[in-house]
Structures are given as structure tokens and as C-alpha cells.
């Protein structure tokens, strides 16, 4: 590999992670400021002499923010978190679903994650000698 292209490859890491941490460091804020606006507006409904006799009015601000909070939360964990592992798994298992059912065999643990290449030097058999005879050293002789 050369070096422009490691470059490059660290270069997009780099976004990658950094834009990972700006999601994480969003989500945080978002978070904390759902917490000291709801810690404060309930304090005031407090304050002021609380109505027992309804549903406290400061009970909407924290039930329909707390849903955009738990959107949020999901949007990120969906993305980068947990559940994006999940669906990758979820993924690798339809890719190898649909492998069998297309050629008729189970794909090997390397081409589900994408390792095993066409040109690979895999053994064919085994020589006069005991030893392994490959791919590139198998050719036929009239």
C-alpha cells in the first residue's frame, strides 16, 4: 500500500470518528438540556403552589421532549451504537441466506465478512508425497 493511500484511508477514518463524536457529543448536550429545562420547569410548578387536582402542565413539556430525546438517542444508537451492530449481523445472515439459496451452498465464515477472494491459494488435494497440492500448483498433464 502506498502512502498517498494510507493517507487517504486514515484521512476518512478520521472523518468517520470525528463525525462519530459530534453525533455522541450532540446527543449528550441534547440530553442534558432536557434534563435542566424539565429539573427547572418543575421546580416553578412547585414553587408556585402545585395543582394536584389535573395533570401538571410542565408533565407535557417532559413527556413530548422526552420523545424527541428517546428519537434521538435511537437515531444515534441505530447508527453508530449497538443497534448498528445488530443490523450488520442481521445483514451478513440474509447475505449468506441468499448465497445459499442462489448457489445451493453455505457460504465460509471469511466470505461472510468479506476475507475470501477468487485468486485465493486454497489446497485441492494431496500429492504422491502426502503433501498439499494447491490451486496454482494443480495443472493437468497429458
Same mark, same amino acid.
Given at each position: ?19 462519530? %463524536?459530534?453525533?455522541?457529543?450532540? +446527543?449528550?448536550?441534547? %440530553? !442534558? ?12 410548578? +412547585?414553587?408556585?403552589? $402545585?395543582?394536584?387536582?389535573?395533570? $401538571?402542565? $410542565? ?13 434521538? !438517542?435511537?437515531? /444515534? ?12 449481523? !442481521? ?11 442462489? /448457489? ?10 468479506? /476475507? !475470501? ?5 486454497? $489446497? ?7 503433501? %498439499? ?10
Amino acid at each position: 500500500m502506498d502512502d498517498q493511500q494510507t493517507r487517504f484511508d486514515e484521512a476518512e477514518l478520521r472523518k468517520r470518528v470525528t463525525e462519530k %463524536l459530534e453525533k455522541r457529543k450532540e +446527543l449528550y448536550e441534547h %440530553l !442534558a438540556s432536557y434534563v435542566c429545562v424539565n429539573l427547572m420547569l418543575w421546580m416553578i410548578w +412547585l414553587f408556585n403552589g $402545585p395543582e394536584f387536582d389535573g395533570i $401538571p402542565w $410542565p408533565l407535557w413539556v417532559t413527556f413530548f421532549w422526552g420523545m424527541g430525546m428517546v428519537g434521538h !438517542a435511537w437515531s /444515534y444508537y441505530s447508527e453508530y451504537g449497538f443497534l448498528a451492530e445488530r443490523n450488520e449481523e !442481521a445483514i451478513q445472515r440474509e447475505i449468506a441466506r441468499e448465497y445459499a439459496r442462489m /448457489y445451493g451452498e453455505k457460504m465460509k465464515n471469511d466470505d461472510l465478512h468479506g /476475507y !475470501a477472494d477468487d485468486d485465493h491459494n486454497e $489446497p485441492v488435494g494431496i500429492g504422491e508425497d502426502g503433501e %498439499l497440492i494447491y490451486r496454482d500448483d494443480h495443472t493437468t498433464s497429458a
